[in-house]
């Protein structure tokens, strides 16, 4: 769908330049996003139906046990999370594998199901937040009010963002690796 609305956007301004001059001026704060979505969404399908998501996490799930699972799937959340930047989206790439290896894993250890499945479905979600900060969109919509008729970009803080991604990463990571099942 989105795919469609995009092609057809292009046919109507004719020109590559031209769609773009009229999105700027249309949504000029989030222009930048709009035009990353539909690429996002492609990568996001490429993942999905050739595999390559489904053997990602297959292979990190080939290294875990029921203790390692959780972070492990905290770790695939914040590495698929700079190829596609929405939960949705990356859950439904590497989600599936996910489960698949929590239900084996929890029969073969005698630990509950729906708790590990829900503990590794928090740790990719824990993985994809925390990457946020080191990938910013969120500030494509912000910077423009807060820093009004001040040349401000992403690029400009972005270095601020380390040093709290590294302390919610790791105390999340925590979180994941001591939380009960």
């Known amino acids: 769908m989105i795919f469609i609305f995009l092609m057809l956007g292009m046919l109507a301004h004719r020109t590559p330049v031209r769609y773009v ?81 929590a239900k084996t894993m929890s029969s073969d250890a005698g630990v509950s199901v729906d708790r590990l499945v829900a503990r590794i479905a928090m740790a990719v979600a824990y993985g994809e937040t925390s990457t946020n900060l080191l990938q910013p969109f969120y500030l494509l919509i912000i910077l423009p009010v807060m820093g009004a008729g001040v040349r401000i970009g992403a690029r400009d803080i972005m270095g601020y963002l380390v040093l709290p991604f590294v302390i919610i990463y790791a105390i999340t990571a925590a979180l994941v690796a001591i939380a009960p099942l």
Request: charged share 5%; glycine share 14%; with cysteine.
């Open 21 to 101: 001059v009229a999105m700027r001026r249309a949504c000029a704060n989030v222009s930048g996003i709009i035009f990353q979505y539909p690429f996002y969404a492609g990568i996001m399908g490429i993942m999905t139906f050739s595999g390559l998501g489904s053997a990602i996490a297959t292979w990190m799930v080939g290294y875990a046990s029921v203790g390692t699972l959780p972070l492990i799937a905290q770790f695939a959340g914040a590495v698929v999370n700079f190829a596609i930047p929405s939960a949705g989206g990356e859950w439904a790439v590497i989600g599936p594998s996910m489960v698949e290896a």
